[in-house]
Structure formats: structure tokens, C-alpha cells
């Protein structure tokens, strides 16, 4: 059996397809969809089977560190619809309203949307990034901010430095949540605030989908994601003195895709040695897509508030 991390990621774009398939049965089989929805299931099965050697051999892909995945993504990060950030971005703005102006850090800022927005607000702003590539963006956006390149578990900041910490769609990539937690609680001042978005991944798993993007070698890679439970961020966050003022949970919609019950008899083409598109291999089994992601969460949004002193 291979390691439970491994150096190098195999993926095959069937074994995505059949493992919508799967939960879109399991949901079925609970009484969520009716038999015509799993004889349908089933028949796709069937054919995406048989069409196995239409499908290529798939892809192994190392993995990327987050600074040169997210060096890479900056060039159009901007520019690339997102539904997680349009999910995500209108709750965590609502928090961000209500609180008092002063001086908030934006950790793992990227090209800095959070931090643009609070500096509309009136806050003096701090950016912390890994990758200098999101840091040129965010530079770009706001003259007056002050940012750092450093990983978020070391912040280059003293104790009781912030009122505000925002980290917002990144903890995904820390393995474990409590040396994080434990540096932004370092830096919040006593009573200051924490405001944390995430996503859980885009499977069932404990580690999500990893996130395609290249290297400096020009070459693909993925920087996996790790799926925090609640009860972590609570664990985490509660013996260093973070209480829980707000914790939302915003749903994907459904559909996802448009359906197409047929069965498909043609095999989409797939580019050796390259990661498969997973939003283009949907429209293989878009109705199986669809149940499989039904009012799934699609992110986490926390708002902690640090004890005073």
C-alpha cells in the first residue's frame, strides 16, 4: 500500500468521475434519490468502465510548496471566477463591518482582497504572505499597508501587536491548526478579534483536492489540502483563550452543473501527465456531480474574540 503522504500524487480522471458516482449512490441508497436516479447511476458506471482506455494513463504529479503554487496563481488570480470567494467573501465583510478600526493583519494575505477592503475601512493594515508573487499584487493595491514575506505559523510581529487578524481560504494548507491558532492569538491584542474563512475540500476525505498549479520549472503540481474538522478549530482555538462569537457554514447550491442523464459513450480527451480539470470532468456525470455536492458546505467562517487580559 503506498504512504498516506506521498511525494508524488497519482491521479486518473475515472477514478474522480467513479468516486462521484459512488456518493451520489450512497446518498441514493439512503433514501435521498429514487430508483430511476441509481438504475441511471449505474448505467453511467457501466460506460465510463468501458471506456477505461480512452481515458489515458493519468497523471503523476509532485507536490508544490505553497509559495510556488501560489507564485504561479498570482499572475490572473484576480482574474479567475471563484465560487468559494463568492461564497465567502459577503460573511466575512459582514464580520469585518462590525468590529472597531485599528490595526488588523492579513495573514496569508495573497493579493490582498481582504486587506484592501479593511483599509477602506479605516484600519491600518498588515500583510503576511509565503509567495512574493500574491505580496507584488497586494503592494499594488494598497501603498499605505505594510507587508511581509513569512509563513503564518512564524509572524514576523511582536506580542500584542493587532486588533484584527484575518486569514481567510488558507489554513487548508497547514497540517495542523494549533501552532497557528497559538501565533495569531500571540499577536492579537487582549480582546481583539479573529476572523478565519476556509473550505473543507472538495472531498470526502480527509485530505481535500489538491489545487493544481506550477512550479518554477513551469511544470504542474498540486499543493494538497488538508480538511480541519470543527471540532479542531474549537480544540485549537479554546485553551488559548479564542471564543466563539460566530461560525457559519455557507452551502453550495445545487445544480452544480446541468444534467444529462445519458450515459456517455465518448471518453473526454486528457492530456498525458497533466492533473485533470475536475470542473470539466462534471459534465461527464453531471447528475451524479450534482447529488454528490448537494447542499454540501463549502466553507467555514469563524469569528473568535480573544480574552482580556
Not at 459577503?90 to 468590529?99: A, G, H, K, W, Y
Not at 488588523?104 to 482582497?113: E, I, K, M, N, S
Not at 509563513?151 to 494549533?178: G, K, M, N, S, Y
Amino acid at each position: 500500500m503506498a504512504a498516506y503522504c506521498a511525494l508524488v500524487i497519482y491521479q486518473h480522471p475515472l477514478a474522480y468521475l467513479l468516486g462521484l458516482e459512488g456518493v451520489a449512490l450512497l446518498r441514493a441508497f439512503e433514501g435521498e434519490y429514487d430508483r430511476e436516479f441509481t438504475e441511471f447511476r449505474l448505467a453511467e458506471i457501466r460506460a465510463l468502465v468501458d471506456s477505461l482506455e480512452e481515458w489515458g494513463d493519468g497523471a503523476t504529479v509532485p507536490r508544490l510548496s505553497t509559495a510556488d503554487g501560489y507564485d504561479s496563481w498570482s499572475v490572473d488570480y484576480d482574474d479567475i471566477g471563484n465560487t468559494l470567494i463568492d461564497l465567502e467573501q459577503p460573511i466575512v465583510r459582514e464580520i469585518l463591518d462590525d468590529l472597531p478600526v485599528g490595526v488588523a493583519l492579513d495573514a496569508a494575505c495573497g493579493t490582498g482582497r481582504h486587506a484592501e477592503y479593511l483599509a477602506s475601512l479605516g484600519h491600518r493594515v498588515i500583510g503576511v504572505d509565503s509567495s512574493p508573487g500574491m505580496l507584488a499584487k497586494a503592494r499594488a493595491k494598497i501603498a499605505e499597508g505594510q507587508f511581509l514575506e513569512a509563513e503564518i505559523q512564524r509572524l514576523p510581529l511582536p506580542d500584542d501587536h493587532v486588533d484584527l487578524v484575518v486569514c481567510a481560504l488558507a489554513l487548508t494548507h497547514a497540517p495542523d491548526l494549533a501552532p497557528v491558532l497559538a501565533e495569531f492569538a500571540r499577536v492579537l491584542r487582549p480582546g481583539g478579534h479573529l476572523v478565519i474563512s476556509e473550505s473543507p475540500g472538495l472531498s470526502i476525505g480527509t485530505i481535500g483536492y489538491p489545487l493544481v498549479k506550477y512550479g518554477p520549472d513551469g511544470r504542474p503540481g498540486l499543493m494538497p489540502n488538508r480538511r480541519h474538522l470543527t471540532s479542531e478549530y474549537l480544540t485549537a482555538g479554546l485553551p488559548l483563550g479564542l471564543q466563539v462569537r460566530r461560525c457559519v457554514e455557507p452551502r453550495l447550491g445545487s445544480p452544480m452543473m446541468n444534467p444529462d442523464e445519458k450515459p456517455p459513450t465518448v471518453a473526454a480527451p486528457v492530456q498525458a501527465d497533466t492533473p485533470p480539470d475536475i470542473w470539466s470532468l462534471h459534465n461527464w456525470c453531471a447528475a451524479a456531480a450534482n447529488a454528490a455536492y448537494r447542499d454540501q458546505p463549502a466553507a467555514i467562517i469563524w469569528h473568535f474574540q480573544l480574552d482580556e487580559a
